[in-house]
């Protein structure tokens, strides 16, 4: 079996540079933020927290005053 590889280069404009970086610090922070979750969850109560506790517990964070700017950036990443 052959396997192939593609590079593409990408010259963003700097309005799409602005949301790629804005994209993803978010996904750093929700990241971050869901890791300490689940380790907290762990290592003090034992308890898993699974994927689906985790999406829910995102909702509530995009909901939060001080976390609104979590919907300014796509969802999908």
């Known amino acids: 079996?052959?396997?192939k590889a593609y590079k593409f280069r990408f010259y963003p404009?700097?309005?799409?540079?602005?949301?790629l970086r804005r994209t993803l610090g978010c996904l750093r922070?929700?990241?971050?933020k869901a890791l300490a979750l689940?380790?907290?969850?762990?290592?003090?109560n034992?308890?898993?927290v699974g994927y689906?506790?985790?999406?829910a517990v995102l909702t509530s964070w995009k909901k939060?005053?001080?976390l609104d700017?979590?919907?300014?950036?796509s969802s999908v990443p």
Do not use: G
């Open 1 to 3: 079996m052959v396997e």
């Open 13 to 19: 404009t700097q309005s799409q540079e602005n949301l």
């Open 29 to 32: 922070l929700i990241y971050n």
């Open 38 to 44: 689940r380790t907290t969850a762990w290592y003090e």
């Open 46 to 48: 034992t308890e898993r």
């Open 52 to 55: 689906a506790q985790t999406s």
């Open 64 to 66: 939060q005053k001080h």
């Open 69 to 73: 700017f979590l919907t300014q950036v």
